[in-house]
T-cell receptor
Framework: RKEVEQDPGPFNVPEGATVAFNCTYS??????FFWYRQDCRKEPKLLMS???SGNEDGRFTAQLNRASQYISLLIRDSKLSDSATYLC???????????FGTGTKLQVIP | EPEVTQTPSHQVTQMGQEVILRCVPI?????FYWYRQILGQKVEFLVS????????KSEIFDDQFSVERPDGSNFTLKIRSTKLEDSAMYFC??????????FGSGTRLTVV
C-alpha cells in the first residue's frame, strides 16, 4: 500500500457543485494531516490542516477518520478559481518529514 | 503575510556542474526543508534541517547533495555534480512546530 494515496482525477464539476476528495494513508502513527492546493507550475499552498474532530473553513470541510486511515476534503459551491490540484499531505510520525500524495486534479466548469 | 523566498527562479546548468539553490525561510520558523517535484510527478521529500543539522533525509538525498544555513537567514541546497535526472522544481519550506509548511515559489532547475 502506498504511503499516501489519492485518486488523481480529474474531477470535472460544474460551478456551484459540491465535490469531495478522499486520501488514504498507510502509517497508523501519523499525527499531522494537511490539504494543500497546487496551481500549475506553482508551489503548494496550505489550504487547511485536518484536525481529529474535523474542521471547516468557509466552503471547505476537512475530516479525519483514524480507524480507516483516511482524510477527506469537501468543497461546497465550487468556484472557477477552485480549479487546481489538491494535495493530501501526511506526516510519517514525528514532525520532520511529510509525504505528499500525487494530488487530485479538480476542474470547475462554467 | 510572511514568505519563503527562493532564488533564482530558474537555473540552467550543464551536466556535471555544481549548483547552489538559495532560500530565505520565514524568520521565526525553526524547521527547514527541501522538496523537489519532477514535472508531472508528485512532490518528494529531500531533507529536513533543525537546530543547525540535518534531522532526516530521503534516499534521493545522496552524497551529491548538501545543505547549509551559513548565516542564520539563508538556507542553501547544493548539488555537487548535476545529472540530467536532477532537473526538477526545487521547493524550500519552513514551519513552526506543529504548523503547516510554508513553501517558497521554487527554483526550476534544468540540467542540459
Amino acid at each position: 500500500r502506498k504511503e499516501v494515496e489519492q485518486d488523481p482525477g480529474p474531477f470535472n464539476v460544474p460551478e456551484g457543485a459540491t465535490v469531495a476528495f478522499n486520501c488514504t494513508y498507510s502509517n497508523s502513527a501519523s499525527q499531522s494531516f494537511f490539504w494543500y492546493r497546487q496551481d500549475c507550475r506553482k508551489e503548494p499552498k496550505l489550504l487547511m490542516s485536518v484536525y481529529s474532530s474535523g474542521n471547516e473553513d468557509g466552503r471547505f470541510t476537512a475530516q479525519l477518520n483514524r480507524a480507516s486511515q483516511y482524510i477527506s476534503l469537501l468543497i461546497r459551491d465550487s468556484k472557477l478559481s477552485d480549479s487546481a490540484t489538491y494535495l493530501c499531505v501526511v506526516n510519517s510520525g514525528g514532525y520532520q518529514k511529510v509525504t505528499f500524495g500525487t494530488g487530485t486534479k479538480l476542474q470547475v466548469i462554467p | 503575510e510572511p514568505e519563503v523566498t527562493q532564488t533564482p527562479s530558474h537555473q540552467v546548468t550543464q551536466m556535471g556542474q555544481e549548483v547552489i539553490l538559495r532560500c530565505v525561510p520565514i524568520s521565526n520558523h525553526l524547521y527547514f526543508y527541501w522538496y523537489r517535484q519532477i514535472l508531472g510527478q508528485k512532490v518528494e521529500f529531500l531533507v529536513s534541517f533543525y537546530n543547525n543539522e540535518i534531522s532526516e533525509k530521503s534516499e534521493i538525498f545522496d552524497d551529491q547533495f548538501s545543505v547549509e544555513r551559513p548565516d542564520g537567514s539563508n538556507f542553501t541546497l547544493k548539488i555537487r555534480s548535476t545529472k540530467l535526472e536532477d532537473s526538477a522544481m526545487y521547493f524550500c519550506a519552513s514551519r513552526l512546530e506543529a504548523h503547516g509548511y510554508t513553501f517558497g515559489s521554487g527554483t526550476r532547475l534544468t540540467v542540459v
